[in-house]
């Protein structure tokens, strides 16, 4: 999508919006407030489930105290948490890319950990408190930007092509409740299948997708933004999704929450030494490639990545995701990490911090407004999902589909994140299989000793998940 022009040097800017201007780089970046405006505000809007869905993942599974169910608090710690992370990522390391508690990671603390494993919350927190100190710990030890670093380019391109299809799947087979079109179901014989397509919200996303894709068609600035908003509604409209029954909320402070990462830290003998550095270390793999596989592949999609295979300013970048993660588990929440749906943002046009600094005050402004977010049906933001899977694709067309050595691992990590429902995943059999395909080629001095580490290191996992043990 072509960027907007940059205002003329001759136009009157007030002296705010110029500081703003010079701090973010928007000449350099070709770009200007209000396509930044339009892109921090899109970018909310296709994450913004994840301030009812989070909570409402956590509290249904764990957050039940003498206090009650904690589902306000967990709203407010939710997207505390995410306006901090976001907010920094956007003026430190200067990316247009939001970050909140991670799907799956969510779903792996409440289910697996507390009600599988049986493990207090607290402590549950306690682990992802010590994640985050210990991603602060690699970040400045530059360890986390010489694995992007360490990457191949080909490998980047196919994690954002990748990470494309993988939006588009969850948009087309999630639940419309969810954020999903309910176009692709489950299905017993096939695995899945096409949905009903009678359903009234499987309907909506299907015109939906056309609405947004005519938009983007007709280049209209703020195309995915308006997308979502004219499909919300024409769903209102048409009573498939209730009105918003109001507008502003107070939010509730989450005293129960916050510090309980503390208090799980004294109970760890409980659960034993062990137990806890295992769920530890799998919070710490998993958010650590995903964190990876996401940066790299918005990096590609948004042209930060340099001929060196680079992305400027990564450190900034990861330690931002690290202090999320860790102010995160003080306030009462699981891990935090990079949105992929910050390339809805990178589709509208936005390349400075400041798009980030925008969805971090949306997300704060959003803690009053919840009775009318949640009143944004999961179908109006399906269509956005699909369409910047179609932007993320174009990332292919420089792969050397001629190279076995490129073509197989590239493939394989495009087609692996989506069915393995993972980033990490699809990143670790393309780690894999990169250096091992080209050593068959003979080219071991292409390899460099970072990605036979990481090759071992995703191999040594994959084996200890077979016995059962990771």
């Not at 306000?72 to 909140?100: N, R, W």
């Not at 990470?163 to 309910?182: E, V």
């Not at 001929?307 to 306030?331: K, W, Y």
């Not at 509208?348 to 944004?376: K, M, Y």
Request: proline share 5%; aromatic share 10%.
């Amino acid at each position: 999508m072509s960027h907007p022009e940059s205002p003329p040097e001759s136009a009157p800017t007030p002296a705010a919006v110029g500081a703003i201007a010079r701090f973010f780089n928007f000449d350099e970046l070709q770009t200007n407030l209000r396509t930044e405006i339009l892109a921090g505000i899109t970018i909310f809007i296709t994450m913004a489930y994840i301030l009812v869905v989070n909570p409402g993942i956590l509290s249904e599974a764990i957050f039940l105290t003498e206090s009650g169910d904690l589902f306000g608090e967990l709203v407010v710690a939710t997207g505390l948490s995410a306006a901090i992370a976001t907010a920094i990522m956007g003026i430190v390391a200067k990316y247009p890319i939001a970050l909140a508690p991670g799907m799956g990671l969510n779903a792996f603390f409440a289910f697996s950990v507390v009600l599988g494993l049986g493990i207090d919350w607290r402590i549950a927190l306690a682990a992802v408190f010590i994640e985050g100190l210990i991603f602060i710990g690699l970040t400045l030890t530059n360890l986390r930007a010489a694995i992007i670093k360490a990457i191949p380019d080909s490998l980047k391109r196919a994690t954002a092509a990748g990470i494309g299809l993988f939006i588009a799947y969850i948009a087309l087979s999630g639940d419309p409740a969810f954020g999903g079109a309910g176009i692709i179901v489950p299905s017993e014989a096939t695995k899945t299948t096409l949905g009903n397509l009678a359903q009234p919200e499987t309907l909506m996303a299907i015109v939906g997708i056309f609405i947004s894709a005519a938009f983007i068609a007709r280049r209209v600035r703020g195309a995915l933004l308006w997308g979502i908003l004219a499909t919300a509604g024409l769903g209102w409209i048409l009573g498939i999704t209730p009105w918003p029954q109001g507008i502003v909320g107070l939010p509730l402070w989450p005293k129960d929450l916050i510090g309980q990462a503390f208090v799980g830290l004294g109970q760890i003998s409980s659960v034993g030494i062990a137990n806890f550095l295992a769920v530890m270390f799998v919070f710490l793999f998993v958010d650590l490639f995903d964190t990876i596989g996401t940066l790299s592949g918005i990096g590609v999609q948004a042209g930060y990545v340099n001929e060196q295979g680079e992305l400027p300013r990564a450190n900034q970048a990861l330690m931002a995701d690290a202090v999320g993660t860790t102010v995160g588990a003080v306030l009462g929440t699981s891990t935090v990490t990079s949105y992929i749906e910050s390339a809805s943002g990178i589709a509208e046009g936005g390349r400075s911090g400041f798009a980030a600094v925008v969805t971090a005050c949306c997300f704060l402004l959003s803690l009053f407004f919840i009775p009318l977010l949640s009143a944004i049906p999961g179908y109006a933001t399906a269509p956005a999902l699909l369409l910047v899977g179609v932007l993320m694709m174009g990332s292919v067309s420089n792969i050397r589909w001629s190279d076995p050595a490129e073509a197989i691992p590239c493939f394989l990590t495009i087609l692996l994140m989506p069915l393995t429902y993972s980033i990490a995943e699809g990143l670790a059999v393309g780690f894999i299989a990169y250096p091992v395909i080209k050593a068959f080629q003979g080219k071991f001095q292409e390899i460099g000793w970072v990605v036979w580490v990481l090759a071992a290191v995703f191999l040594l996992r994959f084996v200890l998940m077979g016995l059962g043990i990771a």
